[in-house]
């Protein structure tokens, strides 16, 4: 058994993994850590698991880590990561950091939609983006995985078969995404507060989300040239589930028979991926509590444009589920292990 | 006091209708059909109206419609309406039509989205299709107000100011729409029974949904020349409320003050218009049970697509209310009577 | 017009007081205040009324009220209201209180149950705890209405009937309530977070709850003798609505046409209580938004034990519609002025 | 691998028991059937298991079972169950019966709750009722394994080891239930249909619920005497969960640290019960999606009462789940076989 540990435990991705890793043969939780909650056993935070999980949760200390540890996830927020993060690779451990730290290659970018400077940029060219389908070789030579966003995810999984097929007219990509309000973390605040959050509906961050830059950079490599998204968020009145709508025009005609090819040949390796045929559209709940992503293809012939949907749990594909994937990647393992949950 | 009645008096339209009418000065309720719940009394149906309004429900038979009657509301389902208008108008009643089957001026396109023919082609053309703030003139003269659909309520009130000023780029019209579940109407079906809906969010009718030739056709009105749109309508698990996304390019550079003054200029003495400024945007939880319809304005200079954002509540702006509204103006009262409610 | 002002504006029971004297012919707002949102106009804290209601909040000084001013709402929390209300009073104010401060008669409950000296336990005497319906007379004289909490308002107005007769036996009253998260206020805390909350039903303050010595004084008075209940509130995952389950049993045989009889004439003359018959139960959403308390009884044959259903909305009935209400009694106006809304 | 045989796999109580199976170590799906979907592939009703369980569904004919199935699990409506049982015990297959028809060991209280005569009366002695934490050793004999409903699982289980104990005082049993949705099944309903379902909170079948007689059928075992209850259910505006409050009086004067210690003795070797403290109290999402049953005692030294709160999933726990901790303890497999889940 892999010994590992979560830094920052007790927030929605830290709660998820420590749920995935205890179903997961291969292993073991040693360390858990919570600044807020240092002190007290894990089944006190989150009762879901009394009488199973009742590690103590320890302070946001590199030196108390066990020795047997060799892999950690970094499920701390944005900054906590950033700083962190060297001295565990120094120690020689493999971390999986799910914060956003780690994913921009250029710094300039981290400094202005984060508006704070990156203490490492060096170290931002030897992470790998973690969308474990478009990067198996590089996840599995990686000592540091910058586990993607949940809109990224939703989008780059959504758009990269069309992408790296040349066939996207790159002047339009227009992303209308919906998320569930466990996308916004667990700490509580004012729109997030039951009475103002239940029965509405709202975009947010619109044209200014700092998923952006990490969006545009995966889908520049795959285009292999830059791009520039239309990106508005949404949020929806309910726990779990990104669904993301996706608008852009084709460079010459192709039928849908020929792109539901073209999707169905990229991802014929993806166990998680799950193109669906022109009788049948995505809705989260099909994914919810799972590691899959559902996609749809519709073409207009009206107007022309293609629209793409993709639908995933926030917190596990887009979080704490493509984290175990990219571990099981990374050592070796199928990368459906200890993710073969139905949705419930 | 106008004496009024309610064809199809128990869907939500119809309860709207009475609840909205039970709180205004000027108008009466006579007679309620329901064809379902025939001799049934109304607060029966519908428990919240106790004690208050118990009307027994009648058959849907014109000859029953009391004398005094002047002034008919249609909430039946599209087909039903069509056939029963004619005999209204005949005896000189003024018809407020919410149903589809008056709105598209086309006969041929009536047919090719709902799968009918219609039985009476001729009236079309006198039917005024009733959004309130654009049609106001032709409302007053008109004897059957066809009143418009819920999407399409919120998507033409938030491009109208656009497409009037001629500033619009009409290639790329992305019309991405959320609607709150009572959209569906009351008689249960699977995709809306509770657990199967609540906690879900997803696309349907994609690119196919039948509000898209209404829209097409007022939208070409404004822009006096043909409109095609891509549209894609969401299912959001929650009562009631639409958001529109809706993007577009523009013809020549135009700055956001400029668009907002344009907007404000052209709703300059529309009530329930609010248009938000560059630091507020909609949420459909503050025109929840409310006529408002509130507009906010995104431009984004990184891809030159400026996004329009359009809420109402699906049952009084995008039915009911806007109903109410145009029986106000049909009669000459302030448009507001009896539609002053806030959001609970 | 009389000019009102309100303490607190900015809370649930602040907003829904805005809204319901928006809509009162008889009374117009001329101050409002807030701590945390001084200087802020109050549409921007709560943008349903954007447009409409852009008052300036005012820091909580009584200096600051108007002269004309001789009506107030305290919608503090509870503490704050003891500490401000002598003041208003000497200043010739009539004032309604919608805290717990001025509800309990003896001071060493108060002190038992909030854990806090009362600042001002000779007013207590003189102070009138506002169920509409039970103290017509007291309200009409009253110079300090203390308005009842919500829970207390659906658990009196159940078994006000029942005690008065006589026919309780008081050895077991057994209250099952169950109340939507607005109950909880407007401020953020991890229980009430979205995730948290929705998709979840649970107990709290289990025999414990502050508004039980509230209850139990009141019921005592209707009794004629002391009253001990057994009381466990629940949370329900929806904005709005309190249903209270009650089980007693009776002292004599009594037919269940006869208690519906006992209740239909204690309620004989009040607008917002309906007696509902064997064939129909309260839901919550029959008198969301509204000011009516819907009550069934049921008897069972088996056991012995009579079960009261109570259903109130929280927000209004519990709070700011009887706040309402017991101004129009103070005021000598039918009691129903500007609460004559339905639940929509 | 044991191989099994649902009968009405589309319920919800149908694709749990897929949900399940399929993670289960020991046991494989041979057969599927269902009335309304004769022929469509199990995945395209439940689009959760797409790529994965793509078994074509059958009609309910016994003999097209294939002859290596061994275990049959009846989830269909009640009445069909009783009418098929028979002949799968005769072809000597093991069978796990989800309805309520073999439940109730006297056939009148069959025919007086739920309006049918019982087909084979003869066959009620045989069942053994599936509450697996009492009666482990019959499960292990058993042909025929009724199991228990949603509410008799959540209230047997938390009255049991106070009713074993004798302490209860059996005059007076108070229940008040609250369900989740999915308790009333996947067929949609106007009760159930979201808009009329969400942001509600009623109480229904109040005094005469269909699990009335089996709970008391199983607490008169378990007291040795004639016990009878006042049960009330509600539905809350959830998916899953029930939560039961149960109120009764003790017959002698015992601490709650005993009380306590009563209830983790009779429960010392059950995995599913966790018995919480005096700090805690459950919360359906804590046992949302699991096998778990949550405790929590109090008791009111003011009024002698003592509280019981029980958490179950209904779907779980309440029926699936419990079918397949049944089976587990059938063939002596460790009874959290499979069903080691979390709440998500």
């Known amino acids: 058994m892999i010994k590992a540990a979560i830094l920052g435990a007790t927030g ?6 420590v749920r995935l890793i205890q179903g997961h043969p291969k292993i073991e939780l040693l360390f858990l850590s919570s600044e807020s909650s240092t002190g007290e056993a894990y089944s006190k935070i989150h009762p879901q698991f009394r009488e199973r999980i009742n590690i103590e949760l320890q302070p946001l200390s590199i030196d108390l880590l066990p020795n047997s540890v060799e892999l950690v996830f970094c499920a701390l927020p944005h900054g906590q990561s950033a700083a962190v993060v060297p001295a ?9 950091d799910l914060s956003s730290d780690y994913r921009l290659k250029d710094p300039t970018l981290y400094q202005s939609w984060y508006d ?5 940029p060096l170290l931002l060219s030897s992470a790998v983006y973690g969308i474990s389908e478009l990067y198996q070789d590089q996840i599995m030579a990686a000592k540091l995985i910058a586990n993607p966003g949940c809109y990224p995810t939703s989008i780059i999984l959504g758009l990269a078969p069309l992408l790296s097929s040349g066939l996207a007219n790159l002047e339009t990509i227009i992303i209308d995404s919906k998320s569930g309000v466990s996308g916004a973390g667990r700490t509580p605040k004012q729109p997030f507060h039951f009475p103002d959050c239940t029965e509405n509906f709202k975009a947010y961050r619109v044209l200014s989300h700092q998923h952006t830059p990490e969006i545009e950079q995966e889908l520049g490599r795959l285009a292999g040239e830059k791009v520039t998204i239309t990106f508005t968020p949404h949020l929806v009145p309910m726990i779990r589930g990104i669904f993301s709508t996706i608008y852009t025009k084709l460079l010459k005609k192709v039928s849908i028979e020929e792109l539901t090819a073209i999707y169905a040949d990229y991802y014929r390796e993806s166990f ?11 809705e989260t709940r099909f994914i ?3 590691n899959y992503c559902d996609l749809a293809l519709r073409f207009d ?5 293609l629209v793409i949907m993709s ?7 887009g979080a704490s589920g493509q984290a175990i994937q990219n571990m099981n990647i990374s050592y070796g393992w199928p990368e459906e292990t200890g993710l073969l949950q139905f949705a419930i």
């Open 12 to 17: 929605y991705t830290g709660s998820e993994l």
């Open 88 to 96: 565990l690779l120094d120690r020689g451990l493999k971390v999986i």
């Open 116 to 120: 704070l400077n990156h203490p490492h």
């Open 272 to 282: 998680f991926i799950r193109i669906l045929d022109q009788n049948s559209l995505p």
């Open 288 to 290: 919810r509590g799972t």
């Open 301 to 305: 012939r009206r107007t022309g444009f």
């Open 311 to 317: 639908a995933i749990d926030n917190l596990i594909k």
